[in-house]
């Protein structure tokens, strides 16, 4: 069904104020960007407002600007109209000595055909087969994810892991508590509400609940929900590990039923790089293990599980393979490999670790992809069999072991590819 001129401006004026809502969230997140909206321009002597763009986003760094503009939809009439405003500003900035990229915007809920033809245009604009003055085209919550790369670059590297990682929760968070997602997900065919991370609250209920139909309720809790604090990072946690769930998704469908999730969220700083999923005592991992053996598992036996306790400590206490007695080296590489099940649950969503809660245990893994803002989302059953089929690390297990800085002797940290 064709919508209204009313509907399509109405529509337009709620996209344009998505994306400014957007860019002021990230804005007021780092201190090295800036923001002027709708910004007017004009080449001297003429018009001064002749040219116009929905953003203009200023880096403190290397004198760049990018030039955002967002449209309700993708029509080559209002492409062509907007290449002539981009092309005029680019070369008034770029006159002012200013190294300038623009971006071309569709809303997250944008219809299937748009989405296409913004994937076409995206396209030539990579392949250089075609003038455009456009240096990307993206949904909402791609442009998020590449903005955000881009302020955190000049960030030291545990600080930017940091950054990214609180982004990650903070968008899951924000996407589940937007009542337009609601609306939009129940009413697929009204494109007046507009939203900025749709395609993310599609991703995430489409693998969790496929069959929830029409939803009447959606609400995530964070660790600094005060309202129903569900989720407690308190001191003692950090003593043992911290919850492995980040955020909880709570939904339900006009038939009542409640569906909850316990999500741990990781956005890892590359596609290739590992990601931190576990941080504790060998002595806490084994008092948990002690207390949770497979029932047909060898460390049953104390005399092996003695063993096992001997070798981990001396892992921990060096810090490293290459420090470790041999033979205690020898048994990790043959033995610990039978347990690759139990360390998934434990090390990647707390499973068994005896001082995590029901709420801070997690049965959800999201992974976002740190080059396209798309995410990755992980049942426990699924993170298992795509871990137990990875390429071995460390003692045959699919984790790197290592230790956190500065605490050589007192804890290990694993690592785990991201599973992109």
């Known amino acids: 069904m064709e919508s209204s001129n009313g509907e399509r401006a109405l529509a337009g004026v709620n996209t344009s104020k998505e994306l400014i809502s957007l860019l002021e969230s990230i804005v007021e997140k780092y201190n090295t960007l800036t923001l002027d909206k709708n910004i007017e321009y004009g080449e001297k002597g003429k018009d001064p407002k002749q040219f116009k763009a ?102 030291q590297q545990g600080q930017r892991s940091n950054l990214l990682g609180k982004s990650g929760e903070e968008i899951l968070y924000q996407t589940f508590n937007n009542k337009n997602n609601v609306e939009i997900w129940n009413n697929p065919n009204n494109y007046i509400t507009q939203s900025s991370n749709y395609s993310l ?46 955020i909880i998704i709570s939904l339900s469908d006009s038939h009542n039923h409640l569906y909850d999730f316990n999500v741990s969220v990781k956005q890892p700083k ?4 590992k990601i931190t999923v576990h941080e504790g005592s060998v002595e806490r991992l084994l008092n948990d293990l002690k207390h949770s053996l497979p029932i047909n598992s060898k460390f049953n036996d104390p005399k092996m599980f003695n063993q096992l306790s001997t070798a981990l400590i001396d892992f921990q206490l060096n810090g490293s393979k290459a420090k470790m007695d041999s033979k205690n080296l020898e048994f990790l590489n043959t033995n610990l490999s039978e347990l690759n099940k139990w360390l998934i649950d434990y090390f990647v969503f707390g499973i068994n670790n005896s001082y995590l809660n029901k709420n801070q245990q997690a049965n959800t893994l999201l992974i ?24 071995k690390a460390t003692f045959n297990t699919p984790f790197s072991w290592t230790y956190p800085s500065k605490k050589r002797g007192k804890k290990i940290q694993i690592k785990s590819p991201t599973l992109l």
């Not at 590359?270 to 790089?273: A, G, I, N, Q």
Request: net charge positive.
């Open 54 to 155: 929905n953003a203009k986003i200023n880096f403190d760094k290397g004198n760049s600007i990018w030039l955002v503009d967002v449209s309700s939809s993708f029509r080559s009439d209002r492409i062509k109209g907007k290449e002539f405003d981009i092309e005029h500003l680019k070369k008034i900035f770029q006159k002012l000595g200013m190294d300038v990229k623009a971006y071309f915007i569709l809303p997250d809920n944008a219809k299937e055909k748009d989405i296409k033809d913004l994937r076409v245009f995206e396209q030539h604009i990579i392949s250089k087969d075609k003038v455009t003055y456009f240096d990307g085209a993206m949904l909402m919550s791609n442009f998020r994810n590449l903005l955000e790369q881009k302020a955190t670059q000049q960030i």
């Open 201 to 246: 609250f599609k991703t995430v209920v489409n693998k969790l609940t496929p069959e929830i139909g029409k939803i009447t309720f959606s609400r995530a809790l964070n660790s600094y929900d005060t309202q129903e604090l569900k989720i407690v990072r308190t001191a003692t946690n950090k003593t043992y590990g911290m919850p492995k769930t980040d």
């Open 270 to 273: 590359s596609t290739k790089r």
């Open 368 to 391: 976002f992809n740190p080059e396209t803002g798309n995410c990755k989302v992980s049942l426990v059953n699924e993170a298992e069999e795509a871990l137990l089929n990875i390429r």
